[in-house]
């Protein structure tokens, strides 16, 4: 991908993910409905997030450890860690539960 695209370990998804990681200006001097240089923004998915089905992720985001994206949403931001995030823009709505996440982590327990 032409800005580059990072995937943590334990990484889970449902069908029909799309990644971009680069993107074109429409506010510039020269062409419209945009120019025609790629903005390389590279994306960051850290270790064990589960992605649902059909979730797109845009240029320049980072999905934080432990993150579940609910199927069909649209991440336009950052997400944070262990945070649950639904929706187009996708929103964080809950977390999970911190404590018990890192439990299972240090006792190795993950698919």
Do not use: Q
Not at 59 to 70: D, H, L, M, N, Q
Not at 83 to 93: D, F, L, R
Request: with cysteine; charged share 25%; aromatic share 10%.
């Amino acid at each position: 991908m032409p800005g580059g695209v990072k995937i943590g370990k334990y990484f889970h998804t449902g069908r029909g993910l799309t990644i971009f990681s680069s993107n074109h200006k429409y506010n510039n001097d020269n062409y419209i409905p945009y120019d025609n240089i790629d903005e390389l923004k590279p994306v960051t998915i850290e270790d064990f997030v589960w992605c649902g089905a059909n979730v797109t992720i845009m240029p320049g985001v980072t999905i934080g450890e432990g993150a579940v994206i609910g199927g069909g949403s649209v991440v336009v931001k950052d997400i944070p860690k262990y945070a649950v995030a639904v929706g187009n823009p996708a929103k964080v709505v809950k977390y999970r539960d911190i404590e018990k996440f890192e439990k299972l982590k240090a006792e190795g327990r993950f698919m």
